[in-house]
Each structure stands twice: as structure tokens, then as C-alpha cells.
């Protein structure tokens, strides 16, 4: 089955302790990305990845740290998390980043509280 | 002022009604754009692209309007299945930009 999977689904953590949240794709999807969504503000892109070792700043990047070794895996990593990152989180990915190619495919979310 | 802006809503409508609600967008370079439908916090999925002037998709009709930058999403014949949160993206360059959503519930 053609999925984004992330993992964890519910973490709830403390200040500083750094923590990462895994994403992987199985469509051999070029286009990775990670946003958070928060009441009223929508989701906001905080990094995407073009290709295996490219990536980019979204909106949103303070904070957070990203990498692109493998095609499948984008996991997003907070090194010392502070409560105005608790936030649901997804991943999502599509064929290519390119205007027109632009389906994004979300994975189930990730609900994360940071006390 | 924002990428991308909709009206938040609640559209509270009932079940057959017509409902249409707008996105505004400030990125004249923009080409295509997404109405994404999202359920109760649940993950984002696609509704509708729209590359031109407009597209239909049985009881879903989104028009651009590139003059006024903005895109419509109409409902017909509106179904209780239909209650979410219906979500306008538009691309610039390599990024995504979503509106806030526009909430629509559909009663009995």
C-alpha cells in the first residue's frame, strides 16, 4: 500500500530533551516536506527536501533540523525542544516539487506536546 | 499579509444547499493551485487542483480568478460527509503555502 508512515503519533516530552520524529515514504517520492499546524494558523512548511541531500528552509525552520540521506526517510529532529513547539505535525510528500506535480500525500500526523 | 487567506467560517449549511467560499492568494507567479479537504485533525488529502480558469469534479466546482487573485471552491447539493475543513494551497518556487481553512459543517 502506497503510504507516508511517521512515528511517533503522541510524544509528550520536556524542555531540552531532544527528540526525533521519523518519516517515511514508500512511493519513491522525490519532493519531501514537514509542517506544523496550529489553531488558526494553519500549516506552515518548516523544511522540504528536493532530492536526496537537498534541502530548504519552509516558512517556519527555527527550531527544528532536517535531513535527506535515503529517498524514503525525511525525519525531522528537534535538538532542544521548548513548549511553542507543541504543535501536530506532518510529513508529506509528492511525486516531484515541481509547479503542476504538486499532490502532496500527508502521513497521519504526529501529536506532540513539549512541556 | 499573508500568502494565502480564507475565510474561517463555520459555513453551517444544510444537507442539499449550495456553499462556495473563497482563497485569496498574494503570489501573482503562482500558476496552480490545491483545495485539500481535512477531516477532525486528520491528515490533509487532495480535493481538487486548479490549473486554469476553473475545474469540476461532480458537486465540487473551483474557479481561479487570476485578475482578483483569488480561488472559489463551490459545494452542491451539500451531503453531511461533506462537514471538514477545506484547505487552499498555493506553490511559490519549491515551497507550499496553506490557508487556515475554511470550516463547513453540514446538518441533518
Known amino acids: 500500500e502506497a503510504q507516508v508512515t511517521q512515528n511517533p503519533r503522541y510524544l509528550i516530552t520536556v524542555t531540552g530533551k531532544k527528540l526525533t520524529v521519523t518519516c517515511s515514504q514508500n512511493?519513491?517520492?522525490?519532493?519531501m516536506s514537514w509542517y506544523r499546524q496550529d489553531p488558526g494558523l494553519g500549516l506552515r512548511q518548516i523544511y522540504y527536501?528536493?532530492?536526496?541531500?537537498?534541502?530548504d528552509k519552509g516558512d517556519v525552520p527555527e527550531g527544528y533540523k532536517v535531513s535527506r540521506k535515503e529517498k524514503r526517510n525525511f525525519p525531522l529532529i528537534l535538538e532542544s525542544p521548548s513548549p511553542n513547539q507543541t504543535s501536530l505535525y506532518f510529513c508529506?510528500?509528492?511525486?516531484?516539487?515541481?509547479?503542476?506535480?504538486?499532490?502532496?500525500?500527508f502521513g497521519p500526523g504526529t501529536r506532540l506536546t513539549v512541556l | 499579509r499573508k500568502e494565502v487567506e480564507q475565510d474561517p467560517g463555520p459555513f453551517n449549511v444544510p444537507e442539499g444547499a449550495t456553499v462556495a467560499f473563497n482563497c485569496t492568494y498574494s503570489?501573482?507567479?503562482?500558476?496552480?493551485f490545491f483545495w485539500y479537504r481535512q477531516d477532525c485533525r486528520k491528515e490533509p488529502k487532495l480535493l481538487m487542483s486548479?490549473?486554469?480558469s476553473g475545474n469540476e469534479d461532480g458537486r465540487f466546482t473551483a474557479q481561479l480568478n487570476r485578475a482578483s487573485q483569488y480561488i472559489s471552491l463551490l459545494i452542491r447539493d451539500s451531503k453531511l460527509s461533506d462537514s471538514a475543513t477545506y484547505l487552499c494551497?498555493?506553490?511559490?518556487?519549491?515551497?507550499?503555502?496553506f490557508g487556515a481553512g475554511t470550516t463547513v459543517t453540514v446538518r441533518a
Open positions: 508529506a510528500s509528492s511525486l516531484r516539487g515541481l509547479a503542476g506535480e504538486r499532490e502532496q500525500f
Open positions: 512511493m519513491n517520492h522525490e519532493y
Open positions: 527536501s528536493m532530492n536526496v541531500e537537498v534541502t
Open positions: 503570489n501573482s507567479a503562482s500558476q496552480s
Open positions: 486548479v490549473y486554469s
Open positions: 494551497v498555493a506553490p511559490r518556487d519549491y515551497k507550499l503555502s
